[in-house]
């Protein structure tokens, strides 16, 4: 008989129950969940070819059809996060040789370009810096001058915390035979975002956000134009996890009949479900206002403590992640350090071409609360102290 080699064998710690400490997630996400979205979480595992779990996926569509604010038959629960809903977008809608146009003023303008070049697209982006938008002269120019089947943008960008006007892109876009692409991970939900009346092709968000459930999912939705594109394909979609051929019969879309594709993420689905239940129950335009509310109490809170932000102009400030510039001569990794150590309460740092250079506080979802605000102002102002204490005694 075999036995179990002596370097192989299972590290002590394993062999005790699992223990996670209570901290306050005041980063871009995660984010803490409600109580009743970890409840969802222990309800008893369901197969996903149970008529029950089935039950539950047409709810979730239904309920993400009122967070994307459309119609859209083929909008679902993607069993992966924001960076699966990216790759899943351009998978089945850019071809070796399509034409992308990327607007790129962050970090995830850098990724879709990535992501679409891996797909065989012919990529070009239009560049602007951090905390910047892009005008529509600039967008429709660049339409004209590239010609592509899919514009690329990202709603919230998280790395520099600016929120991109999405009115009237969708209708230049279709003016010039090009689908409408929008990544929505930390806004959906947070602000207003009118798939249909905005004109966008395919959207995607992410569980983890505005939505405050455990990461692993994220909705998205395909537009009528979308579903053209995929059914005009010359080549095959080259993902078998992400062929949307395949998921729309999985979520039983326009009445087909049910298929196994893959085994979902249960529990994560029940989270999903009842995070969507809150909203309902909330209401989108009350989470808008709540959302807005909260991040000026934020914002007011952060100029008091003598802080400045990246963006200055407050209508294109993201209300979910706020992007703090970190003042000369202070640590920021030290002040991050400092606020986990002490108060139990995560910011993070920057992320790409902000790094070093920001603090970025989050108020997405059920962590959006003035009591949160108040925690995090008060951690914050306590790391400035210890760090600036720290800075006058090496001097």
Not at 236 to 242: C, I, L, R, T
Not at 258 to 276: C, G, K, N
Request: aromatic share 6%; glycine share 10%.
């Amino acid at each position: 008989m075999e036995s179990v080699r002596e370097e192989h064998k299972p590290p002590s710690s394993i062999t005790r129950p699992l223990k996670v400490p209570a901290k306050l997630l005041m980063g871009p996400g995660p984010t803490n969940a409600h109580p009743r979205v970890r409840k969802a979480c222990s309800q008893p595992l369901l197969s996903t070819i149970h008529p029950e779990f089935h039950a539950i996926m047409d709810e979730i569509q239904g309920g993400l059809k009122y967070l994307f604010q459309t119609s859209n038959p083929l909008t679902f629960l993607l069993d992966g996060g924001g960076h699966a809903a990216m790759e899943a977008s351009f998978v089945n809608m850019v071809e070796p040789g399509d034409r992308v146009l990327v607007l790129e003023n962050g970090v995830w303008g850098q990724r879709a370009r990535e992501v679409a070049e891996k797909c065989g697209g012919v990529v070009t982006s239009l560049m602007r810096p951090i905390g910047e938008v892009f005008t529509v002269e600039e967008i429709e120019l660049g339409l004209k001058t590239h010609s592509p089947c899919v514009l690329f943008l990202c709603h919230g960008e998280t790395s520099s915390g600016v929120l991109h006007p999405l009115e009237g892109i969708g209708d230049l876009c279709h003016k010039h035979g090009c689908l409408f692409m929008v990544d929505a991970v930390a806004s959906l939900g947070a602000v207003p975002f009118l798939m249909d009346k905005w004109g966008i092709d395919i959207a995607y968000s992410g569980s983890h956000k505005v939505l405050s459930c455990p990461p692993g999912v994220s909705p998205i939705s395909f537009g009528p134009r979308a579903r053209a594109k995929l059914a005009s394909r010359k080549t095959k979609v080259a993902s078998f996890y992400f062929d949307l051929n395949w998921l729309m019969k999985c979520w039983a879309v326009d009445g087909a009949t049910r298929i196994y594709h893959h085994t979902a993420s249960v529990t994560t689905f029940y989270a999903v479900r009842e995070s969507l239940s809150l909203l309902a129950q909330q209401g989108l335009e009350a989470s808008w206002s709540k959302h807005r509310r909260n991040a000026e109490l934020l914002w007011e809170g952060l100029e008091r403590l003598g802080l400045e932000l990246l963006v200055e102009d407050k209508a294109l400030r993201l209300p979910t992640v706020t992007t703090v510039l970190v003042p000369h001569g202070v640590d920021w990794k030290e002040v991050v350090t400092h606020l986990m150590g002490t108060y139990s309460v995560e910011i993070a740092g920057g992320l790409g071409p902000a790094a070093g250079k920001v603090w970025r506080i989050g108020l997405l979802g059920n962590n959006s609360a003035p009591k949160n605000v108040s925690s995090v102002l008060k951690a914050l102002h306590g790391g400035l102290k210890h760090c600036q204490r720290h800075l006058k005694a090496s001097l």
